[in-house]
């Protein structure tokens, strides 16, 4: 049986590395991007000069050929769903295919905008993207970015990196306000100000105006501002890349539409990563998820499928996590940026304005429901077996060290969660009996010592 | 038609040198060349004189290039531009003072003529702490307990969010600078044998040999005598038993000066280390067999010993001389420090020391250590694995989820500070509960 999966990304990859773990079946990666697997996540750090390309490989090249995984640097210009074949965009030879899996992943999203097509206007999605924004940026001073989400920060440090300014369009009133509640984005808002970032909230892209020799000059914003630059970052999030597949006998919506075991519309084909729309997502999660950890969590799923498996893909408790500038930032769990009426979150800010915890639970129940966590680690394995478990908010705060993951030596701040909780709650108050330890969080986590 | 609003952004422009830096590198220019002129005759005319403006120069130069330039930057900024800079990423510069480094080594070990008025410029210090004129290793553990006190506060200012980074390099300048440096001086001022508390056999390698162990049995006083018990001690319980409750991590990177040079002199360097899974292969072969080497020729010289050479004749004593001249200067020197801008920090550490070897048996054995991965949350970014000193592809188990259990980590706990996700974090537990 040959598997031929179009695209290297993590969730690619992921399956072939399923695959071959379960069979002995031939696997063709192919994609047209590299040659090898990286981390797009880490693109930001070989603009940084942090790492080198290199360095950004999850596996050393010799891992392909042991593990038998063909690869094909190539773009697929063309799938014949009836012959079962690929088609490329070199001329290189049709290639036959037993099973398909696309894993497509996304492309940046751009809504139009007069302009947008001036040379040093770009988003950064692909390595061809970070290439074009190193030509983009050579030797400027000023850029915008547009969009508050998690590519435009990395995007605005980059660019600070080289001591390029940074004016910094978003539309929301807050930072990040589509999935961080008001005082975290707050958080970030001011953070990113501090660093020297011109963040401009409530302010819209109207149009980008043309410098000298066709490059970019200026923007205008919704407040009829001229902003002068020389590049515009666009990261007004993406879509997935379904240009491929958009006029063929694959059913797609925004993205290609998988079922509860990521089969396509067509048999023997798959889709996963962010390039699938899950038809009938878990209560609570969206049909398109673009984030590294969906296409791990699907690889395994579609390699057990294809191999004659009825595996259901169940994305498990919501978890993400990201860097604002030197504010890490970790979430597991529902955290809502607009608190519903039934739910109560403790929030507790330390001094300085950059660390933060908040729960948020039941106000009848007291069933903790999530976690978000700003310049604090906290356990992933600790966090989803209280929310799987449905424990209260008197039984987290008790233990709440034992999901402390920082580590030694550095401060602790249970305590004053617990305390600002009694303050609020004189009726039952709680005590704190569990520090950060490995013991607390075992014992947590399996019972024993509890 | 729409009003021009300039950006109102502060771009700090920091891969360039700022005007503050750069008077600190001139003031540490300025040091080296007052270093230099005493080499050529200044330290043996006027070595006081010599002696403050070395050391005051390149101290305050190098302190203050550590304010400005690590000082300026935020805590997720610090290793910007590592691997495009000239110096710390096998470029120009960086061979430049690969070849430096390595040539003062081999000028120190076996043509240590040219060195003689530096010698001299150490001389009032050396009287002061030992009562006696300095000698070519006076001045060497001088300049390395300088280098480690310096380029520690560097690491500090570096590392300054967090605190175990604080707590544990500040327990490499207390090490290096007391029990390295100015006990084992005050030591010889009181005529007690000169001895190092923080270093022990195999690392020590004679203070387990026949000959040490009979001079210092036989040392007038009797102190001898107890510092051959606490060398027995630490060697064999001492090594073991904190191994075994923190990990390697309590020698190799809060006691050992070795590491101790590694972790601050040479931590602009840590990225180059050789992740691939070939250098693993290798380094397993190297270092034990470094190991392997260095238990054969204590045997062999107390062999020798009992037997009075009837049975082995010098067979023991050129295993020493050999050991001696391979392991102990070409590579712990040459090699282990001068090659710090090419190979990385901890050459020596990983692919030679024989105590590594041993905490790293009984580490990956016998250990509650391991540096736990959580859950899910790795983004396969590779930080980890760029900045792991040891050359330990950190990434390969945080990205499957496996928490990380190998001999050869020395728990220096960078991968946990750069990692841009909070995956990772040193903990001690049950060994079973390692993996
Ligand atoms: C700068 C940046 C930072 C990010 N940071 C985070 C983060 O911190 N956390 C997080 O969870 N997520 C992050 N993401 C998102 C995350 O990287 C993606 O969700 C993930 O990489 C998607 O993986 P994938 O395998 O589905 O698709 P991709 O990685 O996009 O892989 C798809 C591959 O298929 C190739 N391909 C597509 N069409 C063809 C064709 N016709 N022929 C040949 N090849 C083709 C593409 O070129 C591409 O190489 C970030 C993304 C970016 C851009
Ligand atoms: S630094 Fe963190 S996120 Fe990046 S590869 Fe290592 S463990 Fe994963």
């Known amino acids: 049986m040959r598997v031929v999966i179009i695209g290297n990304g993590v969730a690619g990859v992921t399956t072939a590395r399923h695959l071959r773990k379960r069979s002995d079946c031939e696997i063709v990666m192919i994609s047209g991007e590299t040659d090898y697997f990286f981390s797009r996540t880490a693109l930001m750090y070989i603009y940084m000069g942090q790492m080198t390309f290199e360095q950004t490989k999850p596996y050393e090249d010799y891992f392909w050929e042991k593990n038998r995984i063909r690869l094909l640097r190539d773009w697929v210009a063309k799938i014949d769903f009836q012959k079962r ?3 490329f965009s070199s001329g290189r030879e049709e290639l036959s295919w037993d099973r398909l899996v696309l894993a497509l992943g996304s492309q940046s999203n751009f809504f139009g905008w007069p302009g947008q097509d001036l040379e040093g206007v770009q988003g950064l999605y692909s390595y061809q993207d970070l290439e074009r924004m190193e030509r983009n940026t050579e030797g400027i001073r000023r850029a915008v970015v547009l969009g508050g989400g998690l590519i435009g920060v990395e995007m605005a440090e980059m660019l600070l990196s080289r001591g390029i300014s940074v004016t910094y369009l978003v539309r929301e009133s807050g930072f990040s306000r589509h999935f961080l509640p008001a005082e975290e984005s707050a958080m970030v808002s001011r953070h990113l100000r501090k660093h020297g970032v011109d963040l401009r909230l409530e302010t819209e892209l109207k149009e980008i105006l043309p410098g000298a020799e066709g490059r970019v000059g200026s923007v205008v914003t919704s407040r009829g501002e001229e902003i002068p ?8 999030g993406v879509h997935p890349n379904i240009d491929l597949v958009k006029d063929t006998d694959l059913e797609t919506e925004r993205g290609i539409l998988v079922d509860e075991f ?4 067509i048999p023997d084909v798959y889709a996963c990563g962010d390039c699938a729309q899950v038809r009938n997502p878990r209560p609570g999660r969206r049909p398109v998820e673009p984030l590294w950890y969906t296409g791990k969590l699907m690889g395994p799923v ?3 499928n294809i191999l004659g498996g009825r595996r259901e893909y169940d994305p498990g408790i919501w978890f993400n996590s990201a860097r604002f500038f030197d504010i890490e930032y970790q979430v597991y769990g529902e955290i809502r940026p607009a608190l519903p009426e039934e ?6 800010e330390a001094p300085g304005g950059e660390r933060s915890i908040r729960i948020e639970f039941d106000k009848e129940t007291g069933r903790v429901h999530g976690f978000n966590l700003m310049g604090i680690r906290y356990r992933q394995e600790v966090c989803h077996h209280w929310i799987r478990e449905g424990a209260s908010i008197g039984t987290v705060l008790e233990n709440l060290g034992a999901a402390n993951f920082d580590p030694e030596f550095f401060p602790q701040y249970e305590e004053e969660v617990v305390r600002l909780y009694n303050e609020k709650h004189p009726e039952a108050p709680v005590r704190l009996r569990r520090r950060r330890s490995f013991l607390n969080a075992f014992s947590v986590l399996t019972g024993v010592g509890r | 038609m729409s009003a021009v609003h300039e950006s109102l952004s502060l771009a700090r422009p920091h891969p360039d040198l700022s005007g503050f830096e750069k008077i600190g590198w001139a003031v540490l220019a300025c040091g080296v060349a007052a270093l230099i002129v005493a080499a050529f005759g200044w330290g043996s005319s006027n070595p006081k004189a010599a002696l403050l403006t070395v050391f005051g120069l390149t101290g305050a130069g190098g302190l203050w290039v550590a304010v400005a330039r690590n000082g300026s930057r935020t805590p997720a900024s610090q290793n910007t531009g590592m691997m495009k800079h000239p110096a710390t990423s096998r470029g120009i510069i960086g061979w430049v003072l ?19 008025n530096l010698v001299r410029m150490v001389d009032p210090l050396s009287r002061f702490l030992r009562g006696t004129d300095a000698d070519r290793w006076f001045l060497y553990g001088t300049l390395y307990t300088f280098g480690v006190s310096v380029m520690g506060i560097r690491a500090i200012i570096k590392y300054r969010h967090s605190r175990y980074q604080i707590v544990r390099t500040a327990s490499i300048i207390f090490f290096q600078s007391v029990f390295a440096f100015t006990l084992p001086a005050l030591l010889r001022l009181f005529n007690q044998p000169e001895y190092y508390f923080s270093y022990f056999w195999p690392l020590k390698y004679q203070y387990l040999f026949p000959t040490e162990v009979d001079h210092l049995w036989n040392y007038p006083g009797g102190i001898g005598v107890a510092f051959v018990v606490y060398g027995l001690f630490a060697s064999f319980i001492l090594v073991p038993v904190l191994t075994y409750f923190f990990g390697k991590r309590w020698y190799c990177s809060w006691v050992c000066g070795c590491g101790g040079l590694a972790n601050t002199v040479g931590d602009p360097w840590r990225q180059l280390s050789d992740k691939r899974l070939k250098a693993w292969k290798f380094e397993r072969w190297s270092i034990h067999s470094v190991l392997v080497f260095i238990v054969v020729t204590t045997a062999l010289l107390w062999i020798d010993s009992w037997s009075r050479g009837a049975f082995l004749g010098r067979a023991s004593y050129y295993f020493a001389r050999t050991y001696g001249f391979l392991v102990g200067a070409v590579w712990s ?17 990983r692919f030679g020391c024989p105590q590594a070897a041993i905490l790293g048996i009984l580490q990956k054995y016998f250990s509650r250590f391991r540096i736990t991965v959580n859950g899910d949350q790795c983004i396969s970014c590779g930080n980890c694995s760029t900045y792991c000193e040891m050359g330990i592809d950190v990434k390969w188990y945080a990205q499957r989820g496996q928490n990380v259990v190998r001999a050869s980590c ?16 040193l903990e001690t537990g049950p060994v079973g509960t390692r993996r």
């Open chain 1, 85 to 87: 074949t690929v088609l």
């Open chain 1, 229 to 236: 630059c020389d590049f515009v970052g666009i990261t007004v």
């Open chain 1, 262 to 265: 990521l089969r396509t519309s």
């Open chain 1, 302 to 304: 579609v390699a057990e």
């Open chain 1, 343 to 348: 739910r109560e979150s403790l929030y507790w």
């Open chain 2, 98 to 116: 690969g070849v430096v480094l390595t040539a003062f080594y081999i000028v120190l070990y076996w043509f240590p003529a040219p060195l003689e």
């Open chain 2, 333 to 349: 020197g040459v090699v282990g420090v001068g090659f710090y801008p090419l190979m990385g920090t901890r050459v020596w550490c």
């Open chain 2, 410 to 425: 020395v728990g220096c706990g960078i991968c946990s500070t750069v990692c841009p996700r909070g995956v990772l974090n």
